[in-house]
């Protein structure tokens, strides 16, 4: 029966391929060292110059942009694949309850590095039973970006200094918005709801649990910063511009800053290359000044090791060597990542005149941001309570929906989320 | 103008409104993939194409790695359209021609699991992925897909019309073996059949998103509309450079497809009328 | 060895056999539809009920699993957000069907008639349902965008106000629908154009003698004639509809955009297992949409089965 063992054969030659994988890879490039980013959150050039600095050890970033986080999460659960170093956004305090999927690096020597971060940045990154989970890259202190030109086409203060006095307080910005808008009819003062209510957020002390992993989302800070988000909605100052989240989910407004619809936005520094990119003709027209309601942090990223990273040592060499105080002033020269650390601030790299900004020394206004910043607790449910709370605040812009009802809707949401968390 | 004549000027017209609103979207796509960005933002858009082009696909091929990509999606759907038609076919010719203990319960089975939806399965499937060590493997993408209960299905309806019995039984009386029968006999037979099933294997499997997304976690690893995503996600701000991409990641199927179209089309009314 | 169907003569092969072979005779037979069960096994049984257990736990994939019992189904079923993306699911599934097959209806009435370039119609409809569904998300995105979307500037341009197609929770149903049905169209066209080709002439004729005129005609014979094929069309059309995922993930985002409008059930499914890594909510969420689904199925044979047990009794 010659049939008979052919097919014997081929199905046993199937069989054998279905089931004799050989295990893939626990990290992404055995024999290399692996750095997961995103774009824009390192310079191009300093990677560039680290890939040659570390060839010896194999270094070797890849840019895997807004997936990172849901690809970082099934490597985790997959254990292969997984990079040696890699970026966590401000989202760490999430990964916090999976820290033995990290390397300590106390363990590898960061607390001598300690002296040269800020305070609050380095806390952030520490777990509660003092893990040191993420090396510190970026901050994000909060200023105004402002259409220069069509301020002053409006016969409004346009002038940095005369603008961040107008525009000292919300309130004060809202009622500067409305005047604005009277006179460039169709353009917006700022992006959506959204914005108002983050950046609110981002200049209070307390947000939305405190460390006994209580919810104070009912407290004052929230209301207040839901109802100024609600005022500007009232006041058709917000486009409302539709956004999904991921960078092409913004296309919507990449065309706004491009034909000048949208006059000013509240935003941490690292929007700078995204507006930079996206709307290069119009460079120059653009100034920053103080935000109104005061400095504020939102975002900012870290780097950390994983553990299944085969050189932690030399791998903590590059992290620290590309997080150094000098390379962070290039890092915010390049891309418009806000240092972490201090000295960067004033570093001459840093504070060089920036034309897209009419030639302002935009590290200033950044860095004076920065300093204001207070410290405060980031549950590692934060980021989701936070767009509980903000999907509501789209709902009432887009859809006209009731805020008293929106308001109750986002506190069930919130309810529900911690409940399956187990935290309620 | 008779009635019929007016009716039919009509129908014409409508049918040829109704084939330029459906082709619109790829002509779009062929304007923004030739034009900047900032062609694309202004009002009102622009409608013509553009001369960029070159310098978009440039930028498309130095920013990821559109071959690597290409190539496994070519070795997905080629490996995954070979294995389906030979176990879909094997095992359809089996089930109409044969009679064996649990035939009709084995089909039955068959049949439910068409009601198991796919999500049901994913996240475990992920973890055997994982103990499998096939995470961000290709064969993750392939092996789950070999076989599947449409194709048996439908293959099976198709033999028990087109392979008559008297043909086996000649087989069978010449000295053939089962697998024999099924090469020499069944498969010249089932020909058309198998091309159909093939192209829509290959495109299914070109196309395959959500589970390529789950599974593919390398990100320099990637099968093309994972890429394609990826290049939508990480380059964003560029738009004529994703528009670019897409236009590339479109192409080589619509080559295929406008190649094998005639057959297929063919194919497809056929089997949703007789099954 | 091995019987061929019909029978012809039951006994005589099996005389013929030593009895030692006749254990293994239908061997080669289960090898060969084996395949398919151990693929369907090990990468859809197994998981099936080890989604099962999961449901039954706490689970990020990475840490160690939590046994909560049905707390995740008590959760899912006052899951308004669960409702929410079932609700979606049918209304963007009816705003896509019903449409789609009237359209469809129509493309085939004109490609059965005798008008030109009849094939270089039938690519060009069935084009769409070959092309990448992502590829034409992120194009249909550009389509129904506010700012700079060609629709809008259509609108624009024969004096209407322009829409937030991607910001109203009724113009999020609309754009995906849109999409869904541009690349259905083509691809249930084909089905039905094959179905009135297979209405034999000489019926035609019968209704032309009994004095019946066009539109007489089309409803009273083309369409009872096409059921069938439309039956076919709606099921498959079904079978899709539930699983709706890349249109709206890749138009209005993970989140499902203004009021969850685009949130579809596969969607929520991801969000919860893929991005938020609740493996154990996930699996529930899973369960929770196969049940929906059979009992959808149960509903959609029932309806097909009535009618035709009245035609057989006529």
Redesign the interface.
């Given at each position: 029966m010659t049939a008979l063992t052919r097919r014997r054969f081929l199905a046993a030659g199937a069989l054998a391929f279905a089931l004799a994988g050989c295990a893939s890879p626990r990290t992404a490039s055995p024999g290399k060292l692996t750095l997961w980013y995103w774009t824009r959150g390192l310079s191009p050039a300093v990677l560039d110059e680290a890939a040659v600095r570390f060839a010896g050890a194999g270094f070797d970033p890849a840019n895997v942009s807004h997936d990172l986080r849901h690809k970082l999460l099934a490597t985790m659960s997959g254990g292969a694949y997984l990079p040696d170093m890699t970026m966590l956004n401000d989202d760490i305090a999430g990964y916090f309850g999976d820290a033995d999927q990290f390397v300590d690096l106390n363990t590898m020597g960061a607390q001598r590095l300690r002296g040269d971060y800020l305070p609050w940045k380095w806390e952030a990154g520490t777990t509660p039973d003092g893990r040191l989970l993420g090396f510190p890259v970026d901050t994000g202190p909060a200023a105004l970006f402002y259409r220069h030109d069509l301020f002053a086409q409006a016969g409004m203060p346009s002038e940095p200094d005369d603008v961040a006095r107008a525009v000292a307080t919300w309130e004060d910005y809202f009622a500067f918005g409305e005047e604005l808008q009277r006179a460039l009819p169709g353009r917006y003062l700022i992006t959506d709801a959204k914005t108002v209510f983050t950046y609110s957020m981002a200049q209070e002390p307390r947000k939305y649990m405190d460390r006994q992993g209580r919810f104070i989302g009912d407290e004052e800070p929230v209301r207040r910063a839901w109802e100024r988000a609600l005022s500007a909605v009232r006041k058709g100052l917000t486009a409302g511009y539709f956004d999904n989240g991921s960078t092409t989910g913004s296309v919507d407004r990449h065309a706004a800053w491009t034909n000048g619809t949208e006059l000013s936005l509240v935003n941490a520094s690292w929007i700078t290359g995204e507006i930079k990119e996206s709307a290069p003709t119009t460079a120059g027209a653009w100034r920053l000044c103080r935000s109104p309601g005061g400095p504020g942090n939102q975002g900012g990223s870290f780097i950390a090791i994983t553990r299944y990273c085969p050189q932690p040592q030399a791998a903590f060499e590059i992290v620290s060597w590309l997080l150094s105080p000098t390379n962070q002033a290039r890092h915010y020269a390049d891309v418009g990542i806000f240092p972490s650390a201090p000295a960067a601030f004033t570093d001459v790299t840093a504070r060089q005149p920036d034309p897209f900004f009419g030639g302002q020394i935009t590290a200033d206004v950044f860095g004076e941001s920065a300093k204001g910043v207070q410290p405060a607790y980031f549950s590692p449910w934060d980021i989701d309570i936070s767009n509980c709370f903000t999907d509501e605040l789209v709902n009432v812009e887009s859809a006209g929906k009731d805020p008293q009802q929106a308001w109750r809707d986002a506190r069930s949401a919130i309810d529900r989320l911690l409940q399956r968390s187990g935290v309620l | 103008m008779t009635p019929s004549l007016r009716v039919k000027l009509l129908g014409g017209g409508l049918l040829a409104v109704g084939a330029v609103i459906t082709l619109f979207p790829y002509y779009w796509l062929a304007v923004m993939a030739t034009n900047t960005t900032s062609d694309i933002f202004t009002t009102p858009p622009k409608l013509t194409f553009g001369s960029h082009l070159f310098d978009n696909l440039a930028e498309v091929f130095a920013s990821i790695d559109f071959f690597g990509s290409l190539l496994n999606t070519v070795i997905v759907a080629v490996a995954t359209t070979v294995l389906v038609l030979f176990f879909d076919s094997l095992a359809a010719f089996t089930f109409a021609k044969y009679r064996f203990p649990g035939r009709n319960v084995l089909f039955g089975i068959l049949l439910a699991t068409f009601v198991v939806p796919t999500q049901l399965a994913a996240i475990p499937q992920f973890s055997i992925m994982a103990t499998l060590g096939w995470v961000g493997d290709l064969k993750a993408l392939i092996i789950p897909a070999a076989a599947n209960a449409f194709g048996i299905f439908w293959m099976r309806q198709y033999c028990a019309s087109a392979l008559p019995d008297e043909l086996l039984e000649a087989a069978r009386m010449d000295g053939c073996g089962f697998f024999r029968t099924y090469w020499n006999v069944a498969l010249p037979v089932l020909r058309p059949a198998l091309a159909f099933l093939g192209i829509f294997t290959f495109i299914s499997a070109w196309n395959d998103y959500l589970w390529p997304l789950i599974i593919m976690v390398d990100s320099r690893n990637l099968t093309l509309q994972v890429a394609l995503s990826q290049l939508n996600g990480v380059y964003g701000t560029d738009y004529s450079l994703v528009m670019a991409g897409t236009l590339l990641a479109i192409l080589p199927l619509l080559v295929v497809f406008l190649i094998g179209s005639r057959h297929f089309i063919k194919n497809i009314a056929a089997g949703a009328v007789k099954g | 060895?091995?019987?061929?169907?019909?029978?012809?003569a039951p006994s005589a092969p099996a005389v013929a056999q030593v009895p030692q072979r006749r254990r293994f005779r239908?061997l080669?037979?289960?090898?060969?539809?084996?395949?398919?069960?151990?693929?369907?096994l090990?990468?859809?049984a197994?998981?099936?009920f080890?989604?099962l257990y999961?449901a039954l736990h706490?689970w990020?994939?990475?840490?160690p699993m939590?046994w909560?019992g049905l707390d995740?189904f008590a959760?899912l079923v006052t899951?308004?957000?669960f409702w929410n993306a079932i609700g979606n699911t049918f209304i963007i599934w009816v705003m896509s069907t019903v449409p789609m097959t009237v359209?469809a209806l129509?493309?085939a009435?004109?490609?059965n008639?005798?008008?030109?370039f009849k094939?270089?119609?039938?690519?060009?409809?069935?084009?769409?349902n070959?092309?990448?569904?992502?590829?034409?998300a992120?194009?249909?995105?550009?389509?129904f965008?506010?700012?700079?979307g060609?629709l809008n500037?259509f609108l624009?341009?024969i004096g209407l106000d322009p829409v937030?197609w991607?910001?109203?929770?009724w113009g999020i149903k609309v754009a995906i629908s849109v999409m869904i049905i541009?690349r259905w169209?083509?691809?249930n066209a084909?089905?039905f154009?094959?179905?009135l080709q297979?209405i034999p002439a000489d019926i035609y004729e019968a209704a032309r003698i009994d004095g019946a005129g066009p539109v007489q005609t089309f409803f009273r014979v083309t369409l009872p004639l096409l059921r069938p094929?439309m039956l076919?069309?709606v099921v498959m059309s079904a079978i899709n509809g539930?699983?709706v995922?890349?249109e709206a993930q890749?138009?209005?985002?993970?989140?499902g955009?203004?009021?969850?409008a685009g949130t579809t059930m596969?969607l929520y499914?991801?969000n919860m297992?893929?991005?938020?890594?609740?493996?154990g909510?996930?699996?529930a969420i899973?369960?929770g949409?196969?049940v929906v689904?059979?009992i959808f199925?149960i509903i959609n044979w029932r309806l097909i089965q009535r009618p035709e047990r009245a035609e057989v009794s006529r």
């Open positions: - | - | 060895m091995t019987d061929l169907l019909p029978r012809k239908h080669p037979q289960y090898l060969a539809i084996s395949p398919f069960y151990i693929l369907f090990v990468f859809g197994y998981p099936v080890y989604s999961l706490r990020d994939g990475i840490g939590q909560i995740n959760l899951d308004a957000e359209l129509l493309i009435l004109g490609l008639s005798s008008i030109r094939g270089l119609y039938r690519i060009a409809y069935f084009m769409p070959v092309t990448s569904v992502v590829a034409m992120i194009v249909f995105s550009s389509v965008s506010t700012e700079f060609i500037s624009s341009a937030g991607l910001t109203d929770p541009w169209v083509g691809y084909i089905i154009l094959a179905g297979a094929v076919f069309s539930m699983q995922f890349t890749v138009l209005v985002g993970d989140r955009g203004v009021q969850d596969v499914f991801y297992a893929f991005l938020e890594n609740d493996f909510y996930g699996a899973a369960w949409i196969f689904v059979v199925a």
